[in-house]
């Protein structure tokens, strides 16, 4: 869904060495792990890793589901722009995806599990 982020900053007229400040920290884009009930925790994936981390062509992803998983892998770069989408369809189990990220710039990015009722992020460094 839609999120909307704001904030004001009305100057106090005290100063620091003469200059204005302000920090904003500890913000994550995208939101990680984030339940909205108490009856979504039954739907978090149980178990599901990335690796390695770092990496430079190949990543893999690996998920532990008691039920079938179907849905999305989207990895999103520091802008929120979408570099790599695909979709999963899988029975239960052990499911094991594996992509060429060669393609990708040095840097930080977002792993992101959606499907229905769930969305994972983990955060995936490329050298």
Avoid: C
Avoid at 59 to 69: G, N, Q, R, Y
């Amino acid at each position: 869904g839609n999120h909307t982020f704001s904030w004001t900053y009305e100057k106090d007229f005290g100063y620091v060495g003469g200059l204005d400040r302000a920090w904003i920290d500890d913000i994550q884009f995208p939101i990680t792990d984030v339940l909205s009930s108490a009856s979504e925790v039954k739907n978090v994936l149980e178990d599901w890793s990335i690796y390695p981390n770092p990496m430079q062509d190949n990543l893999t992803i690996s998920v532990e589901k008691e039920k079938a998983f179907a849905g999305t892998l989207q990895v999103i770069n520091s802008l929120g722009e979408i570099v790599y989408q695909t979709v999963i369809t899988e029975n239960s189990g052990k499911i094991n995806v594996i992509i060429n990220l060669s393609f990708l710039n040095s840097g930080l990015y977002h792993v992101v599990l959606k499907g229905d009722e769930i969305m994972q992020s983990k955060t995936l460094i490329k050298l």
